[in-house]
């Protein structure tokens, strides 16, 4: 019987030593396959026969070993080795590798699977899928304003390729920047008009050239300031002004009658005291509220004799009036795209103006709507929104094309957040404005958390859908079905569902896949050694067999 053990003995080892054979050799030639996890092989010893039975020590003896002779070997586990795999970039959006221990939810034919293996496609339906075999990933689709239910109810994930995103018409305008608090007023303050009268080339009754300027309001708006001088009687003149909007309107007009010209001694006729002192009354101030133009004009330089006229005209030394915009493209109700501009002028220290408007949108009578108020800074530079009037500015514009009429806040902060009035110089730009033109799905990005992020031809962004994972208590319990999936069995536990992340303790990796976890060189080295163990247990049932061999020759 002894040999006979020690031959069954043998053929367990080989039998089971081909075993570990057979999983080694599974696992090299799924070395390449994405998201799989290599199996090992465990023995334990089967029965032993006792040779003899041990004893307890006595008083007066020491206690003896039991003997035992082993009757071979089994399997004691296959176990899978879950042990993270690298990533390789694919660049693929679709491509998704887990890192963690949570697996995809996939269903095929209403069965749910898992697997590990993320190299996914979109169907002909807008269905994430595996390419293998048709099973559709799993997870929560997010309803048309972008929100991800609540939960843990799983359902196909599905995206609409045709999904469109409506306009959404602009209401609100935030602002920010700075206008310089040293600025000069907006508003022309000063004309002055130099040079001479030729005396000798005007009759009585004739006109000088005009003497043309341009003035601004306090809103920056230009406007035509044309003076001459008519010639009433010798050495005495009348000053003729006319104001001019920039269509050519007549704005307003004035004189200033009975300018007597007296030689000074020296052969230069310059104004005489009584002709100076109408210069100094309210006759050289041009003051017209209705179009917010209030401007002092200074002709006491003017000379007249027979030489060469050479008048001119300057406003403010010709300087640029200080105009402070800025634009931005709003959106109404259909999607066309407007732009917004804004513009603030000074006109007192601390105070100034804001006209906002939509240039070529007709509004009443034809004419384009401007919106305008004031802004008082505080000393500090900030802005305090009671100081803004009206207190709740708003553009209201008709869109041209049937869209809704468009109301639209204008938001210029508060405190140092929004506009502010320092030093520093002078520039206004719209920080955010609400509204976007009509758009259409034109690529997805899938975050870390499994949010799978449309992305529209506007710039725009929406969440579509998020993947689920499942966890479970004992990942060796699930059984191998193929095409890189499990399925929950006995020793398993139940899925437990749950959102990438925190919660489960894994992440998403997007264009990229988890690749096997199968170590080549510990793979051989395996297999050197279930070689071995192989040859040497077919070594002792070479060795029983000839010595058995003996056994019966002990006839001869």
């Not at 758009?439 to 529209?456: E, H, K, M, P, T």
């Not at 993947?467 to 208590?473: D, E, G, R, S």
Request: hydrophobic content about 35%; charged content about 15%.
């Amino acid at each position: 019987m002894a040999l006979l053990t020690s031959l069954f003995a043998g053929v367990s080892g080989l039998r089971n030593h081909q075993s570990m054979m057979d999983v080694i050799g599974n696992n090299i030639s799924n070395v390449n396959t994405i998201g799989f996890k290599g199996s090992r092989v465990t023995f334990s010893d089967t029965f032993n026969q006792f040779v003899k039975a041990g004893t307890n020590p006595t008083e007066n003896t020491g206690g003896t070993n039991s003997f035992q002779v082993g009757l071979g070997m089994k399997i004691n586990s296959i176990d899978r080795n879950w042990n993270q795999g690298t990533f390789e970039r694919t660049g693929i959006t679709t491509d998704l590798g887990l890192q963690g221990q949570g697996m995809f939810v996939l269903k095929s034919n209403g069965q749910s699977f898992f697997s590990r293996a993320g190299a996914f496609i979109f169907d002909a339906d807008g269905k994430l899928v595996s390419p293998q075999n048709g099973a559709v990933v799993q997870g929560k689709v997010a309803s048309q304003e972008g929100v991800i239910p609540p939960g843990n109810n799983l359902e196909d994930i599905v995206i609409d390729t045709n999904l469109k995103l409506p306009a959404v018409s602009t209401t609100n305008i935030k602002w920010g920047g700075n206008l310089k608090s040293n600025s000069e007023l907006t508003r022309t303050q000063k004309v002055i008009q130099r040079g001479n009268i030729n005396s000798s080339a005007l009759a009585v009754g004739d006109s000088t050239a005009p003497s043309v300027a341009t003035v601004y309001n306090e809103y920056g708006n230009p406007y035509k300031l044309e003076i001459t001088y008519e010639k009433t009687a010798a050495n005495t003149y009348t000053l003729d002004w006319t104001l001019k909007d920039e269509e050519g309107n007549n704005i307003d007009d004035g004189q200033i009658t009975g300018l007597v010209y007296t030689d000074n001694g020296s052969g230069v006729f310059t104004l005489d005291a009584a002709s100076l002192a109408k210069f100094d009354g309210t006759a050289n101030r041009v003051n017209i509220p209705s179009s917010s133009i209030d401007f002092v004009f200074d002709a006491t330089t003017v000379t007249q004799n027979s030489s060469t006229a050479t008048l001119s005209i300057s406003a403010d030394n010709n300087r640029i009036p200080n105009v402070v915009g800025g634009s931005v493209t709003i959106f109404d109700s259909l999607g066309t795209a407007h732009q917004v501009t804004l513009k603030f002028t000074k006109i007192d220290d601390n105070l100034w103006t804001w006209t906002a408007g939509v240039p070529g949108q007709s509004t009443i009578d034809g004419k384009p709507l401007n919106t305008s108020g004031t802004i008082l800074f505080n000393a500090d530079g900030t802005i305090d929104p009671a100081n803004i009037s009206p207190n709740n500015p708003q553009l209201t514009f008709v869109p041209k094309g049937g869209a809704n009429t468009a109301v639209i806040d204008l938001d210029f902060g508060s405190g140092f957040g929004g506009v502010t009035q320092t030093s520093s110089s002078s520039v206004v730009s719209a920080l955010y404005q609400n509204g976007s033109p009509s758009a259409s799905l034109s690529n997805i990005n899938i975050d870390q958390y499994g949010n799978i992020v449309g992305i529209f031809s506007n710039g725009s962004s929406r969440n579509l859908a998020q993947i689920m994972v499942a966890t479970f208590n004992n990942l060796n319990g699930l059984i191998s079905v193929g095409d890189n999936m499990y399925s929950a069995y006995a020793n398993s536990g139940e899925p437990r569902i749950s959102s990438l992340g925190e919660e489960s303790g894994t992440t998403v990796q997007s264009g990229a896949l988890e690749q096997s976890n199968v170590d080549l060189s510990e793979e051989f080295t395996r297999m050197i050694v279930s070689q071995r163990g192989f040859q040497a247990n077919a070594r002792v049932i070479t060795t029983a067999d000839n010595l058995l061999q003996e056994i019966t020759n002990l006839i001869r």
